[in-house]
């Protein structure tokens, strides 16, 4: 799994049975940032499920972060934005795994 420390820098932890539950700062274009509760954990399961860094993933993100309680934009600009940032954070967290399991 991928855990950001608070200065932002990446580190790869790969134990999917871990027992705790992260929390993350997303930062959008536009500086507004905001923490999500689990997001490493679904990024992790959604790896180990096989999926694919696509529309159909980023959903099934957005998905499983409203069902953990965490606040998702309800304008369509706004979650087009924020579908577009965990996108890119899955990617991220997809080469995190590549890197650590060639």
Not at 27 to 52: S, Y
Not at 80 to 100: G, S, T, V, W
């Amino acid at each position: 799994m991928s855990i950001y420390n608070v200065t932002g820098t990446l580190h790869c932890v790969c134990d999917p049975d871990a027992q705790t539950v992260s929390r993350r700062s997303l930062k959008f274009a536009d500086g507004i940032q905001v923490v999500v509760t689990g997001l490493t954990e679904i990024l992790t399961e959604l790896f180990f499920e096989g999926r694919q860094p696509n529309k159909e993933t980023t959903e099934e993100i957005i998905k499983r972060l409203e069902a953990k309680k965490n606040y998702v934009p309800s304008s369509e600009s706004v979650r087009r934005e924020y579908a577009h940032l965990l996108l890119k954070k899955y990617q991220e967290h997809i080469e995190c795994q590549a890197d650590r399991n060639p």
